[in-house]
């Protein structure tokens, strides 16, 4: 419940705030805070001080420029879920409860990086790339080789995301299903599906998986039944099943590993319904 004593820092620019980290190793950025702030109240970890970036304006915005949709690192849940970005803005309505989406934001949810936390199906499935700022420069990465492990993003010291980008996905049908225990909490398993059609002929189909294994994955045997072939239920059927062979989960309080690889077929099958508007 209480936190150890930690310095608390105000930096009143974004360089300023790069200057500090680059000298403070062990500092660590505040965005939302709701990851970082209960981590801090059970000790898990004991920085030496908070880095304030939550009220730095310029990296609160999400736009259409350049033929992708840019998200600004400390946009939140909830500006995310009324901008209307495909997939992502209904993936953010999904995320926890209405207080913790007022401030939570995209940055600090893929910077800590939770196995079943909600951005990453999304992001997984668009081929979403991350933008990343220190003192000495920037860089972008796929988000597939940021997330490198759970909890383990591809950030070194010194180093702030900044911004996450999408391709252009207007032309894509689209569903996030989150099985959840009760409204607000984690998934037992999230699948995220992006859909193109010629007709009623798959062009295109992108299937990320959260909560299953230790990152977001794709669900390739699954994209790979339904790529080229007209939709039917008994192809939505078949390529729901193979969704199954990139579900590695474990056993927890939120259910045994053989009930949640049996759930990834059944909300991949929802998604896929949902994604064309439920007609089949
Ligand atoms: C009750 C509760 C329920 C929740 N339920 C869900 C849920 O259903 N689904 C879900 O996906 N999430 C859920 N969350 C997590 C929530 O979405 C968090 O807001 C999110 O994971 C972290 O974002 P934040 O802005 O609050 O980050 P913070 O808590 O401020 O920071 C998290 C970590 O990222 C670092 N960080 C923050 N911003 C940056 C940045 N720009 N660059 C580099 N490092 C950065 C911090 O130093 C810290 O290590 C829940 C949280 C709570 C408290």
Same mark, same amino acid.
């Given at each position: 419940m209480y936190p150890p004593k930690i310095g608390y820092v105000i930096p009143e620019n974004i360089d300023e705030t790069f200057d500090f980290l680059e000298d403070?190793?062990?500092?660590?950025?505040?965005?939302?805070?709701?990851?970082?702030?209960?981590?801090?109240?059970?000790?898990?970890i004991r920085p030496s001080y908070l880095v304030e970036i939550r009220r730095f304006k310029e990296l609160n915005y999400v736009k259409f420029e350049g033929g992708k949709y840019r998200i600004g690192a400390l946009t939140t849940h909830y500006d995310i879920s009324k901008a209307g970005v495909p997939l992502l803005s209904q993936a953010a309505t999904k995320i926890a409860d209405p207080q913790v989406r007022n401030m939570g934001t995209i940055g600090g949810s893929i910077s800590h990086l939770d196995p079943a936390a909600d951005y990453p199906a999304s992001l997984i499935a668009a081929d979403a790339e991350v933008k990343i700022k220190s003192k000495k420069g920037e860089r972008t990465v796929s988000f597939k080789d940021f997330a490198k492990d759970m909890f383990t993003?591809?950030?070194?010291?010194?180093?702030?995301?900044? #911004?996450?980008? /999408?391709?252009?996905? $207007?032309?894509?049908?689209?569903?996030? &299903? %989150?099985?959840?225990?009760?409204?607000?909490?984690?998934?037992?398993?999230?699948?995220?599906?992006?859909?193109?059609?010629?007709?009623?002929?798959?062009?295109?189909?992108?299937?990320?998986?959260?909560?299953?294994?230790?990152?977001?994955?794709?669900?390739?045997?699954? #994209?790979?039944? /339904?790529?080229?072939? $007209?939709?039917?239920?008994?192809?939505? &059927? %078949?390529?729901?099943?193979r969704a199954v062979e990139r579900a590695n989960p474990s056993s927890d309080i939120r259910g045994s590993a053989e009930y949640k690889k049996k759930m990834v077929k059944v909300m991949t099958k929802r998604a896929i319904i949902n994604a064309i508007g439920g007609k089949i």
């Amino acid at each position: 419940m209480y936190p150890p004593k930690i310095g608390y820092v105000i930096p009143e620019n974004i360089d300023e705030t790069f200057d500090f980290l680059e000298d403070h190793e062990d500092a660590r950025p505040l965005a939302g805070g709701h990851s970082l702030i209960p981590a801090l109240k059970l000790r898990i970890i004991r920085p030496s001080y908070l880095v304030e970036i939550r009220r730095f304006k310029e990296l609160n915005y999400v736009k259409f420029e350049g033929g992708k949709y840019r998200i600004g690192a400390l946009t939140t849940h909830y500006d995310i879920s009324k901008a209307g970005v495909p997939l992502l803005s209904q993936a953010a309505t999904k995320i926890a409860d209405p207080q913790v989406r007022n401030m939570g934001t995209i940055g600090g949810s893929i910077s800590h990086l939770d196995p079943a936390a909600d951005y990453p199906a999304s992001l997984i499935a668009a081929d979403a790339e991350v933008k990343i700022k220190s003192k000495k420069g920037e860089r972008t990465v796929s988000f597939k080789d940021f997330a490198k492990d759970m909890f383990t993003p591809d950030l070194n010291p010194g180093e702030l995301v900044v #911004e996450v980008q /999408l391709p252009d996905l $207007r032309n894509y049908k689209y569903s996030y &299903e %989150k099985l959840e225990r009760r409204a607000g909490d984690f998934a037992i398993v999230g699948v995220a599906v992006l859909l193109k059609l010629s007709g009623d002929v798959v062009d295109d189909v992108r299937i990320g998986l959260t909560a299953v294994n230790n990152v977001a994955v794709r669900a390739k045997e699954a #994209e790979e039944e /339904l790529i080229g072939k $007209r939709l039917s239920q008994e192809l939505i &059927e %078949k390529a729901s099943s193979r969704a199954v062979e990139r579900a590695n989960p474990s056993s927890d309080i939120r259910g045994s590993a053989e009930y949640k690889k049996k759930m990834v077929k059944v909300m991949t099958k929802r998604a896929i319904i949902n994604a064309i508007g439920g007609k089949i």
